[in-house]
């Protein structure tokens, strides 16, 4: 008996030229007797075992979509399992999760030197795989390599023609709307009828590392269609579907939001700011589209606190015009008399007027809201406001004055004043 079990474990079945992935993936599930998958690291379907009916829904899923869907692979993250994945080579038992229709199964990653290139999925149905057919599972990883390597380089040669495209797109290179959708036929993307551009600000220069886990998120991805991204330093940049939905802006918020955070609960990535063009249809405007993206983060980086929860051009208001409106005020010679009054003030008796005089504008004049981000008494407040308008000249029921004075308040800050 010990003869023949030291024989087995000697044996590899794997050491065999194989045509294809398909062909490999049902030689496993013949030598395990179980049903298999054979994934790339973003969990995209490879190939599958086609001579066995035993599965279970997120396989069958799987198969119909060439994916692993999106809330299984979310519910893999919280159990541990795919952080476990990608730090060992030894097979890895995955308990049935009902939730997502995952059976019992287990799971070995495949790997080139230190780098995950995909993975391999046996479904426990009717037998719990030993530990004979762990060392087998094994075996069959190292098998698999050379074949997801060819794959890989493949698919890296048409990731750098696909950036270079988005970059003649995003700097105005390619202008002919026949030649851009001929660029697309060619690299088998297709384009949307509506698409939006997306920035996310990254406070250092993106390393190797967290480009690997921005491709792993983006590609496991099904909220959105991503046609195009590249990677500029320090910004992730995204050309994305908007076709198909129903609240294109809201919907594609919700995206970056979701994205940022699991940028920071799985690689404890931070202070990530996103930002996303408004909707467009024309393939020629991409230039414009990612102008406005720079326009926000420019905007953000100035005005962080009034800006937080702004993501899209669309709703940046007033700051839209802020390049327009200090370019006049410069021609102009313009000064706005109350403020330079107030300023005065404020350096002579090393008061805060004009700080009071903002938030309080900023909260739309309510005392008790302006009383409550200064962390003072309300009489206070209405003390310091009853200053304002002497020294100011402030006559806080003129609309028209009070809008003035929030503008350029504004623009002081813009110019670092």
């Given at each position: 008996?010990e003869?023949?079990?030291l024989?087995?474990?000697l044996?590899?079945?794997?050491?065999?030229?194989?045509d294809?992935?398909?062909e490999?993936?049902?030689?496993?599930s013949?030598?395990?007797?179980?049903?298999?998958?054979i994934?790339?690291?973003?969990h995209r379907?490879?190939?599958?075992s086609?001579?066995d009916e035993?599965?279970d829904?997120?396989?069958?899923?799987?198969?119909?979509?060439r994916?692993?869907p999106?809330?299984?692979?979310?519910?893999?993250?919280k159990?541990?399992?795919?952080?476990?994945?990608l730090?060992?080579s030894?097979?890895i038992r995955?308990?049935s999760?009902?939730?997502?229709?995952?059976?019992?199964r287990v799971a070995?990653?495949?790997?080139?030197?230190e780098?995950?290139?995909?993975f391999?999925?046996a479904?426990?149905i009717d037998?719990?795989l030993?530990?004979?057919?762990?060392?087998l599972?094994k075996?069959?990883?190292d098998a698999?390599?050379?074949k997801?390597?060819?794959?890989q380089?493949?698919?890296?040669?048409?990731?750098?023609?696909?950036?270079?495209?988005?970059?003649?797109?995003?700097t105005?290179h390619?202008?002919?709307?026949e030649e851009i959708?001929?660029?697309f036929?060619?690299?088998?993307?297709?384009?949307?009828?509506?698409?939006?551009?997306?920035?996310?600000?990254?406070?250092?220069?993106i390393t190797?590392k967290?480009e690997q886990?921005i491709?792993y998120?983006?590609k496991?991805?099904?909220?959105?269609k991503?046609?195009?991204?590249?990677?500029d330093?320090?910004?992730?940049i995204?050309l994305v579907?908007?076709e198909?939905l129903?609240?294109?802006?809201?919907?594609?918020?919700?995206?970056?939001?979701v994205?940022v955070?699991?940028?920071r609960?799985?690689y404890?990535?931070?202070?990530?700011?996103p930002?996303?063009s408004?909707?467009?249809?024309?393939?020629?405007?991409?230039?414009q589209?990612?102008?406005?993206t720079?326009?926000?983060l420019?905007?953000?980086q100035?005005?962080?606190?009034?800006t937080?929860?702004i993501?899209?051009?669309?709703k940046?208001?007033?700051?839209q015009f802020?390049?327009?409106?200090l370019?006049?005020?410069k021609?102009?010679?313009?000064?706005?008399?109350s403020?330079?009054?107030?300023?005065?003030?404020?350096?002579?008796?090393n008061?805060?007027l004009?700080?009071?005089?903002?938030?309080?504008l900023n909260n739309?004049?309510?005392?008790?809201d302006?009383?409550k981000?200064?962390?003072?008494?309300?009489n206070?407040?209405?003390?310091r406001l009853?200053?304002?308008a002497?020294i100011?000249?402030?006559n806080?029921?003129?609309?028209?004055?009070k809008m003035?004075?929030?503008?350029d308040?504004?623009?002081e800050?813009?110019?670092?004043?």
């Amino acid at each position: 008996m010990e003869v023949t079990s030291l024989s087995n474990r000697l044996h590899d079945p794997f050491k065999t030229a194989f045509d294809s992935l398909d062909e490999f993936a049902d030689l496993i599930s013949q030598v395990l007797k179980c049903p298999v998958t054979i994934e790339d690291v973003n969990h995209r379907l490879l190939a599958y075992s086609t001579h066995d009916e035993r599965t279970d829904p997120a396989r069958i899923s799987t198969i119909i979509g060439r994916r692993v869907p999106e809330k299984v692979i979310n519910q893999l993250w919280k159990e541990g399992t795919i952080p476990a994945l990608l730090q060992t080579s030894e097979p890895i038992r995955v308990k049935s999760i009902e939730d997502v229709g995952l059976s019992n199964r287990v799971a070995i990653s495949i790997w080139k030197q230190e780098e995950v290139i995909g993975f391999i999925w046996a479904l426990e149905i009717d037998k719990s795989l030993t530990d004979d057919d762990f060392i087998l599972l094994k075996k069959a990883a190292d098998a698999a390599k050379n074949k997801l390597l060819q794959l890989q380089t493949r698919k890296n040669k048409k990731e750098e023609r696909s950036q270079e495209f988005f970059w003649k797109l995003l700097t105005g290179h390619l202008k002919v709307q026949e030649e851009i959708f001929e660029n697309f036929h060619t690299l088998q993307i297709t384009p949307s009828s509506s698409f939006a551009v997306l920035v996310f600000q990254f406070n250092e220069n993106i390393t190797s590392k967290e480009e690997q886990n921005i491709s792993y998120l983006l590609k496991t991805n099904q909220r959105l269609k991503i046609m195009l991204y590249t990677i500029d330093c320090n910004q992730l940049i995204l050309l994305v579907s908007a076709e198909g939905l129903e609240n294109a802006l809201t919907e594609l918020e919700q995206f970056v939001q979701v994205f940022v955070l699991k940028m920071r609960d799985r690689y404890g990535v931070r202070d990530i700011t996103p930002v996303l063009s408004g909707i467009y249809k024309d393939y020629q405007k991409i230039r414009q589209a990612y102008e406005e993206t720079l326009s926000v983060l420019s905007i953000k980086q100035k005005f962080p606190c009034e800006t937080k929860d702004i993501y899209n051009y669309q709703k940046l208001g007033i700051y839209q015009f802020f390049g327009l409106l200090l370019e006049k005020r410069k021609n102009e010679e313009y000064e706005n008399y109350s403020l330079i009054k107030l300023h005065e003030y404020d350096q002579k008796h090393n008061s805060n007027l004009v700080e009071t005089l903002e938030i309080f504008l900023n909260n739309d004049n309510n005392i008790n809201d302006t009383a409550k981000e200064l962390n003072v008494h309300a009489n206070t407040l209405n003390y310091r406001l009853k200053r304002i308008a002497e020294i100011g000249e402030v006559n806080f029921k003129d609309p028209n004055q009070k809008m003035m004075l929030y503008l350029d308040l504004k623009l002081e800050k813009y110019q670092g004043i």
